[in-house]
């Protein structure tokens, strides 16, 4: 008689740049006072519960009946953030694992994980500093870095990334990409010399197009790309995976029109944002579009 094998849903990944989700209160630690209800953008509570639900609304339609199961989000702003994103994408079922970083504006990364499927064995913020050049010196955003078990059977090792933005010229800004992406090599490479078969996914804004992860594949997806700037559509939104998921992953760029608005000046579409200039949009989302990785294992 045989046995009845029960195949596990493939692994629902999202990561998404869900551009300035700030908490609307003062931070004096941070350069934050722009969102705040009495700063330029008049950022109030009922602005920002508002921006909370319509990120929810995009992973729910991500995530169709089952839900998504681990989400790497950029730019959220504290922890009071992350939780109230899990509360409202379905209450007791989310859990997330976020530090607090020295980033200027205050903007972090997170990752929020379905209890039911995901359990975290280990999580570390992974700092990013690099030497002056020019006079300026780097310090920008955490790495972070959460392993977890999947379906209490396979561990899966996943890092959060936001690199630092191509402010002030790509060129002149590709220095400090590249000390944020060495960074996150050796934090990968220290992964693989414990366990050379690791499997390990890699997600973020990484604020470039080509860049490449040493020992890990870009996930190429289809579609024009993730942002858009002048016109330009561009992927700065990578997944990277491990050889040990080369056949059991792939990847998408979440494109639904109603996440986009009418780009009027250069024509077609463009990410739906929740500001336009300082002109406020409460049906927007983000400048990016969320990517989406189905793992599987």
Same mark, same amino acid.
């Given at each position: 008689?045989?046995?009845?094998?029960?195949?596990?849903?493939?692994?629902?990944?999202?990561?998404?740049?869900?551009?300035?989700?700030?908490?609307?209160?003062?931070?004096?630690? $941070?350069? !934050?006072? @722009?969102?705040?209800?009495?700063? /330029? *953008?008049?950022?109030? =509570?009922? %602005? =920002?519960?508002? $921006?909370? @639900?319509?990120?929810? *609304?995009?992973?729910?339609?991500?995530?169709?009946?089952?839900?998504?199961?681990?989400?790497?989000?950029? @730019?959220?702003?504290?922890?009071?953030?992350?939780? %109230?994103?899990?509360?409202?994408? &379905?209450?007791?079922?989310?859990?997330?694992?976020?530090? /607090?970083?020295?980033?200027?504006?205050?903007? !972090?990364?997170?990752?929020?994980?379905?209890?039911?499927?995901?359990?975290?064995?280990?999580?570390?913020?992974?700092?990013?500093?690099? #030497?002056?050049?020019?006079?300026?010196?780097?310090?920008? %955003?955490?790495?972070?870095?959460?392993?977890?078990?999947?379906?209490? *059977?396979?561990?899966?090792?996943?890092?959060?990334?936001?690199?630092?933005?191509?402010?002030?010229?790509?060129?002149?800004?590709?220095?400090?990409?590249?000390?944020?992406?060495?960074?996150? #090599?050796?934090?990968?490479?220290?992964?693989?010399?414990?366990?050379? @078969?690791?499997?390990?996914?890699?997600?973020?804004?990484?604020?470039?197009?080509?860049?490449?992860?040493?020992?890990?594949?870009?996930?190429?997806?289809?579609?024009?790309?993730?942002?858009?700037?002048?016109? %330009?559509?561009?992927?700065?939104?990578?997944?990277?995976?491990?050889?040990?998921?080369?056949?059991?992953? &792939?990847?998408?760029?979440?494109?639904?029109?109603?996440?986009?608005?009418? !780009?009027?000046?250069?024509?077609?579409?463009?990410?739906?944002?929740?500001?336009?200039?300082?002109?406020?949009? $409460?049906?927007?989302?983000?400048?990016?579009?969320?990517?989406?990785?189905?793992?599987?294992?």
């Amino acid at each position: 008689m045989g046995m009845n094998v029960v195949f596990a849903e493939p692994l629902k990944v999202v990561s998404y740049n869900v551009e300035n989700l700030f908490y609307p209160e003062r931070d004096s630690l $941070k350069d !934050d006072s @722009e969102w705040t209800p009495e700063g /330029e *953008r008049r950022w109030s =509570y009922t %602005r =920002y519960y508002r $921006k909370v @639900e319509n990120i929810a *609304r995009v992973l729910t339609n991500i995530g169709e009946w089952d839900g998504v199961d681990i989400v790497g989000l950029q @730019e959220v702003e504290n922890a009071l953030c992350v939780k %109230r994103l899990c509360y409202t994408l &379905r209450r007791g079922e989310y859990d997330f694992v976020h530090y /607090e970083s020295p980033d200027a504006r205050g903007i !972090d990364v997170a990752l929020i994980y379905k209890k039911s499927r995901v359990d975290t064995i280990a999580t570390r913020a992974i700092k990013v500093k690099g #030497e002056r050049v020019n006079g300026e010196r780097l310090i920008t %955003r955490d790495i972070l870095y959460v392993c977890a078990q999947i379906d209490k *059977r396979d561990t899966v090792h996943f890092f959060v990334c936001h690199l630092p933005s191509q402010r002030g010229g790509k060129a002149e800004s590709e220095w400090k990409r590249r000390v944020a992406k060495e960074v996150l #090599e050796e934090a990968v490479d220290s992964v693989f010399k414990v366990q050379a @078969e690791a499997k390990i996914v890699v997600m973020g804004d990484m604020n470039a197009e080509d860049l490449e992860v040493k020992g890990l594949k870009d996930e190429r997806m289809k579609g024009e790309g993730t942002h858009k700037y002048q016109g %330009r559509w561009t992927c700065l939104d990578h997944f990277y995976t491990s050889p040990s998921l080369d056949s059991l992953s &792939r990847a998408e760029i979440y494109n639904a029109a109603w996440i986009q608005e009418p !780009d009027e000046k250069y024509l077609d579409l463009r990410p739906k944002r929740t500001y336009n200039g300082f002109r406020y949009q $409460k049906d927007g989302f983000s400048d990016h579009l969320p990517i989406v990785l189905r793992v599987s294992l």
